[in-house]
Structure formats: C-alpha cells, structure tokens
C-alpha cells in the first residue's frame, strides 16, 4: 500500500509532524511498535520550552529573543550547531500559534520555573515553560483504551491522575479550598470507575498532551497502527521511499511517495547501545518505554545515515528509585521533587553527601563520585509531611512499602546504616553536620537551597532555608537510588529541515527525524525543564512543514524497491 507520508513512533514529534502534514491533504501513516500510541510523552511531564510563546506574550512578557539566543549559545558552548537553534525558536511559537489555530492541544503558562543556568546572562524565570492543558480521555471514544496509561507511581496513583496544577491545593491540605478542589477530582474519578473506565478520564500532563495530539491526528484523518515494528527502509532510485515492517509475524512492505520520518523514540532498551554511551549501564534504570530500542537509528544507519555525537551527556538524567510490584511490574520513581525537601539527604556507602540533592544535575554527582548505587535519607517528620520516592505526602502507603522492601525503617541512624549496608559512623557525622546547616540556613558543602531553582521545589514555608531541614526525628528511612534517563539524546545528524544527513553531510533523499531519533539539539545540555518534549514537537513541526510545502515526486519512479535491513541493535 502507498501513502504520502509514512512516520515511525506515536509520541509527541510522530504525530505533531502527522497532524502538520495530514492537514495539507496529504496522506498519512503512523506505525507504532508498542501495543499503545502516545509514546514516552505519554508517561512524561509534557511540559515545553518555548521561548516567546504566543501565552507570554499576551501575558505582557517581553523577551528579547535575541537575549534567548545568546543564553542557549553560551550554555551550550562551542559544540553547538546554530542553525538548528536558530529553527528551534523561530518555529517554536509559530508552532503554537498554528496548533492552538487547527488542533485540539492547547498549552498553558507554567508557573514561575527557572531556567537551568540563572548565572547565565538572558536565563529567565517565568514564560518560557508551557504545560499541556488537561483533557478529557473520553473525547477519544474507543481509542481512550490505546493511549499509554501515566505510571501510576510518577502521577497516576491508582489511575488517578495529578497536575502539576494540582500541587498547591496538595500542599494547601487540608483547606476547605484544598478539600473542595480535590474533592471534585475525587468524585469525577468515582464515577469514571462506576462507569467502567480502567482508570480516571481527566488527563493531565504529558497523557493529556499525547491525547490531544492523537485526537488531533484522528480528526485529521491520520492512519493509526499499533503493533508494527519497523526493521527496515526501502530504497527507490537512491531515496528513501518506504518501510519494511513486521506485523504479527510476516514481513509487510509500506510504500511513501514524500517521505518517511523516524520518530521512534531513541535507544534507552537497547542493551548494546546502552553500554556504548551510557555511564553505569548495569546500573542505569530507564523511564522510558521497554519498545524504545532503537529501531529507527539502526535502520537509518543501515541505509547510510551519520551519527551526530560529541554531546555533552548522552542522556538526560534523572535519579530513580525502582520496586518490583505483585504483579511482576517494574515500578520506577523519578525522583523530582522530594530531594529537595527540607530533611531529605542523599548518602554514598561511606555515609558521606557528595552533592547538592536539589540540583537538576543530581546525576552527575552520582556518575562523577562513583556513587552508584546511593541512598536517600529522611526522618519521620520529613516523610510524614512531604513523602519520599514512592511513599505519599502523609505517609499513608509508608508501612506498605517498608514490607515490600522499597523503603527501609530503622530506629536509629546507626540501625538504618547497618540494614542498608553503608558505614554506620560517616552517616552520623554526616547527620550531625547536615543539621547544624539546617539550623544555618547555609549548606557549606554543596549550597544546596541557594539558587533559585533549588528554592522553587523547595517548602517556601520552612526558614532559613527551603531546602535544608534537621534529620533527627526517629524512625529514620532510606530508599535505594540509581542513575536513570528520561531519555537519550545521541541520534540522527539532521539539517535545519529535520533531512536526515549522511556521512558527507548530504541528505538522503525523502528520510527525516525527529524526538529522540535525532541527536539532541542541545547536545545533551538542556537550559531548562522542558526541552525533552519541547524540541519533539519543534522538530515534528518543522517535519511536516517541510513535506507539506514539498513538490510532489514522480509516482512513476515508485516500483523499482530494493530493501535494506535494519542494522544489528
């Protein structure tokens, strides 16, 4: 079968360029691996970094974008390719301009959240960061039971989704405004079960992002299908003009008369890959969905295609903690927001700190000390106010988890350092000093509470400092942490048009990429949360632009094929 445009992956960059071209009467496919469209963006934040978005600007914020530039030019540095940051933030608002005008996603200021470097000149601290607008699954009929659940232990308990709107009644509790507004939430979930729906139909986050986006692509008329791994491109006349694709078993040939465009996710549950670009590989623990193997870049790559390399960190990191549950499921925690926490310290097996807990870069602190793996330790009051990985803000699931060997109670510092084998005596110490600088205000080892960003995910009700609290209320806690990725950032040399390159720096005829298949844009150095989705769906955008504004090619030439196998992963 012929189609216009054939895209690999379903995730925010697959199906931004689907919408994008489908809307200029082209023909679209969209083939997905996994048994569930959404891609990683259905399990991640959907948060996205749009410098001058058309929300700040009716907001009244004015930022020069001049003054952008120049801060992303310096946080990356000398490696950086221009002209792909150039694209980026001329096509970002044009992007959200032209979604809000065509489609059903829609995106709200974020607030105040600071830029990654604040000691950068032009870091700014409010307007750059949109969040997805929740949703209602049920506006996607039968195709709601084929969007990606959330991990429940991410932002889902239960199937119960929060928002990141959501977190001040969380910490409001238990106002009467706190009460009224979680309440509502509660009952609408109430009656999503009695109506039979496996989990709550309010959509927030990254599912609510993926859900508007796979409506958008139904309502566009988009082709949808699960379950189909590419393993190969097919070439005609020296372009890329299709996909060989493995359906329940057979071989399936899939033709493209303008295009084929890899967005499949990167290469996080490839082993070999794993182990040539990622530190502590038998150690890392990977968010993303166990269907990221790299199928698009090998396949590319088979067919001629470059690697862009040379980044500054091969994955974007993340601290996570992990639990296998009853029904055999891996449960894995990104640790976002609790380390930042007043009481809340991160120990090597010497009972020693070795950085800043409310860092965004926690994890280069573990790779560059070795400290792999680590412990998280908070008193009782720490854990009981504000909860731990997977525990609850109120501890109501702690005793659950300390059963199911996730969590470790003790009830003295000495016990727990024997239970979770690291040295009884450094963690003492390294107590006794954690709260005198409590007490302080100033952490003279690692500052941790004294940049902006530090203080945003902090308790802006606790003094001197937001994020240093004592740790000195038995019983005492510990969870196990690793290093993770939320994603990879090692992929396809692309040109300023998302034109996949080859090692010439030529591009191959009618192949593109976009999201994790294409190297990072920031060479693996984001300025500020949200530059994972945020440059998925730029470089999706630009994708379908591009084949949308396209000259049609000679469908005579469609005929003489010849495939190429996918390389080894």
Avoid at 209 to 225: E, I, K, N, P, Q
Avoid at 354 to 382: K, L, Q, W, Y
Wanted: aromatic share 8%; glycine share 12%.
């Amino acid at each position: 079968m012929e189609w216009d445009v054939i895209i690999v992956g379903s995730g925010a960059s697959g199906l931004t360029a689907a919408v994008r071209a489908a809307h200029a009467q082209l023909k679209v496919l969209v083939l997905e691996k996994a048994d569930y469209f959404g891609g990683t963006t259905a399990i991640s934040g959907g948060g996205i970094w749009i410098p001058n978005n058309p929300q700040a600007v009716a907001a009244g914020i004015v930022d020069p974008p001049e003054k952008v530039r120049q801060y992303v030019l310096e946080v990356i540095g000398r490696t950086v390719r221009e002209e792909l940051i150039d694209a980026y933030l001329a096509s970002g608002p044009a992007m959200i301009r032209w979604l809000a005008e065509n489609t059903r996603v829609e995106f709200l200021l974020t607030p105040e959240t600071s830029d990654w470097y604040p000691e950068i000149p032009g870091a700014s601290r409010f307007g750059r960061l949109l969040s997805p607008r929740e949703y209602d699954g049920k506006e996607l009929k039968e195709i709601f039971a084929q969007l990606r659940p959330a991990r429940e232990e991410f932002n889902a308990p239960g199937g119960f989704m929060i928002d990141l709107f959501d977190l001040p009644y969380l910490a409001g509790m238990p106002s009467l405004k706190s009460l009224s507004h979680l309440g509502k939430l509660g009952i609408r979930f109430a009656f999503d079960k009695l109506r039979g729906y496996a989990r709550g139909t309010r959509l927030t986050m990254g599912n609510a992002l993926a859900a508007r986006l796979l409506r958008s692509a139904l309502d566009a008329g988009v082709t949808l299908r699960r379950q189909v791994a590419v393993d190969g491109l097919m070439m005609d006349g020296g372009r890329i003009a299709g996909v060989s694709t493995v359906v329940a078993g057979r071989t399936e040939k899939m033709w493209a008369r303008r295009g084929v465009v890899l967005a499949s996710g990167g290469f996080s549950a490839n082993e070999k890959l794993r182990k040539d670009y990622m530190p502590y590989p038998d150690q890392h623990v990977s968010l993303l969905p166990d269907e990221n193997t790299g199928d698009g870049i090998n396949a590319a790559l088979a067919a001629g295609a470059s690697l862009d390399g040379n980044n500054f960190f091969n994955g974007v990191w993340a601290v996570v903690s992990k639990r296998i549950r009853e029904d055999g499921y891996l449960a894995r925690y990104a640790h976002l927001i609790d380390m930042s926490k007043p009481g809340c310290i991160a120990v090597n097996d010497k009972g020693e700190r070795f950085g800043n807990e409310a860092s965004v870069n926690f994890v280069d602190a573990m790779h560059a000390t070795g400290s792999v793996p680590a412990h998280i330790i908070g008193d009782a009051r720490c854990v009981k106010k504000y909860g731990m990985g997977m525990v609850f803000p109120g501890a109501g699931n702690l005793q659950k988890l300390v059963k199911a060997g996730y969590v470790v109670e003790a009830p003295t510092l000495h016990a727990l350092a024997a239970r979770i084998g690291i040295n009884p005596e450094g963690l003492e110490r390294t107590v006794a000093m954690m709260n005198r600088y409590a007490s302080s205000g100033t952490d003279a080892d690692f500052h941790k509470g004294e940049r902006q960003i530090d203080r945003e995910i902090g308790d802006p009700k606790h003094a001197p400092n937001p994020c240093l609290g004592p740790v000195e209320k038995a019983p005492f806690y510990a969870i196990k942490i690793y290093p993770g990725d939320g994603s990879t950032t090692v992929g396809l040399r692309i040109d300023a048009g998302c034109r996949v390159l080859d090692g010439s720096g030529d591009p191959l005829p009618g192949l593109y990429a976009a999201g994790l298949d294409a190297n990072s844009i920031w060479r693996g150095k984001s300025p500020a949360h949200g530059c994972n989705v945020g440059p998925a769906m730029v470089l999706g955008f630009i994708t379908g632009s591009r084949l949308a504004e396209a000259a049609a090619p000679d469908r005579s030439t469609v005929g003489r094929h010849s495939a190429m196998p996918a390389a080894v992963p």
